[in-house]
């Protein structure tokens, strides 16, 4: 277990406030976020960069969770972003996010897409297809205007949390493909045409990724493709991007490194390659989601009934589940929990945690060690900040938590609950009886 922070009431504390207390002012399901786990994860991304004096950015993955005072934190911090669609883009600007740290992801950014990043001045495009440079040509043509950009190379590496496999063709629905020449035939079409500022080119591995060696071959292969783009085109990057996937600590199973050694590894990667090519060092760019917020999320439900199967188990069912964390039921995810209003009392039974939405695959955890809790208390899940509220659905029409920060004692309501109403706002009558 986390070594988790309690106060006298031996009630688990986030940030310095009671959880509990949370929970019942707020009300469960309630996202909580400790903004101290976040800017520290944000730091330690930092540290070795400004140690070293290289030229980066830590653009945040915004589609790990995105609310507008997160962008507003995470740009105090000095983070850049990563948006894939109208919606995250326009969050951002609401935020007061610069435009020009944004960067723009997708394999299929759509027309009016593209229009509203060119027209917001939206900082660089990661170019991720043909498709996508027809159309930017026309939009930018139309518009009289340049853009900065990246080119997506699918690098031929999948990274499987542990264990990495080195295909020759990767079957993937990103990016340029490296071994049939068409990161190439891309490159020389946006040479071509001036409106493109090309900054230099990225990829992205995988999630939840535990070793550096992934990071090490991406960091490699994008560094012998850029001094083939030298010699070739006379083309020399100024930027390396080498996307995000950090693991992190979900159950005790889970060994992620240090974001320092991730850094560290990828740093010297690629300075010993940009070395031996004698290339100049371009900026560093990464791309971390889940390990800047999921650490730094827990999800608080309310404990309903106790449902004993004699001879098999207990379910414990909680007043959230699938719509707020989808993750275990797609993923067969883990996470841990602890009944936060005594987070010390003695474990002395195995339950099987299950949401309240109707279907049997709703469970959150198949089978926690906990303390025998009755209806009322409060369970906290661990960990659950990154690909929870993001993924998060109305099924059941249920609506979505609120969304609580805490940071030194203070805590800040920033997203309120979806309420049954809210759910409404978007239907309208069907026609009446005889206009049908
Ligand atoms: N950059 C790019 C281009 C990405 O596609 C992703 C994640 C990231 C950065 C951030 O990766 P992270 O640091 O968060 O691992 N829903 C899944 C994760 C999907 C990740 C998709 N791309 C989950 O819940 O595990």
């Known amino acids: 277990m986390t070594n988790l922070a309690t106060n006298s009431a031996g009630h688990l504390t986030i940030g310095g406030c009671d959880a509990v207390e949370l929970a019942h002012q707020y009300g469960t399901p309630l996202v909580v976020y400790d903004l101290g786990i976040i800017q520290s994860q944000v730091q330690r991304f930092q540290q070795v960069f400004q140690e070293e004096g290289v030229e980066h950015a830590v653009c945040y993955a915004s589609k790990a969770f995105a609310n507008k005072a997160l962008y507003q934190f995470l740009n105090r911090l000095g983070c850049h972003a990563d948006v894939v669609s109208a919606g995250e883009i326009s969050m951002a600007l609401a935020a007061g996010f610069p435009a020009e740290n944004l960067v723009f992801h997708g394999n299929n950014k759509s027309r009016e897409e593209l229009e509203y990043a060119l027209e917001v001045g939206l900082g660089t495009i990661a170019l991720d297809n043909f498709h996508e440079i027809d159309l930017l040509e026309e939009l930018l043509a139309e518009h009289q205007q340049n853009v900065r950009v990246i080119l997506r190379i699918t690098p031929g590496i999948s990274a499987h949390t542990h264990e990495y496999i080195q295909t020759g063709q990767v079957d993937s629905k990103f990016g340029f493909d490296l071994q049939s020449g068409q990161a190439d035939e891309a490159l020389e079409r946006v040479l071509a045409n001036p409106a493109f500022d090309v900054l230099g080119l990225h990829a992205h591995i995988g999630s939840q990724i535990f070793e550096e060696a992934g990071f090490e071959m991406a960091g490699q292969t994008l560094v012998d493709l850029a001094a083939h783009w030298q010699e070739e085109f006379g083309f020399t990057p100024r930027v390396i991007d080498v996307g995000g996937g950090f693991g992190i600590r979900y159950t005790e199973d889970d060994q992620p490194l240090p974001p320092e050694q991730f850094v560290r590894a990828i740093l010297e990667t690629i300075k010993t390659a940009c070395r031996d090519k004698g290339l100049p060092l371009p900026a560093i760019w990464i791309e971390p989601g889940r390990s800047l917020v999921g650490p730094a999320g827990y999800s608080l439900y309310t404990v309903g009934s106790r449902k004993e199967v004699p001879g098999i188990r207990t379910y414990l069912a909680l007043d959230g589940g699938m719509g707020d964390n989808i993750r275990p039921a797609l993923y067969q995810a883990d996470y841990e929990a602890v009944l936060a209003n005594d987070v010390h ?92």
Do not use: W
Request: proline content about 7%; hydrophobic content about 40%.
């Open 345 to 436: 009392a003695a474990v002395t039974e195995h339950v099987r945690l299950a949401g309240k939405y109707c279907e049997s695959g709703d469970i959150l955890i198949e089978d926690a060690p906990m303390p025998s809790a009755q209806p009322g208390d409060i369970v906290a899940i661990l960990a659950t900040g990154a690909y929870g509220y993001s993924m998060a659905s109305n099924y059941n029409l249920n609506g979505k938590p609120a969304v609580v920060f805490v940071h030194n004692g203070q805590y800040y309501l920033v997203t309120r609950r979806e309420e049954p109403v809210d759910l409404q706002q978007y239907d309208l009558d069907l026609p009446e009886e005889g206009a049908l």
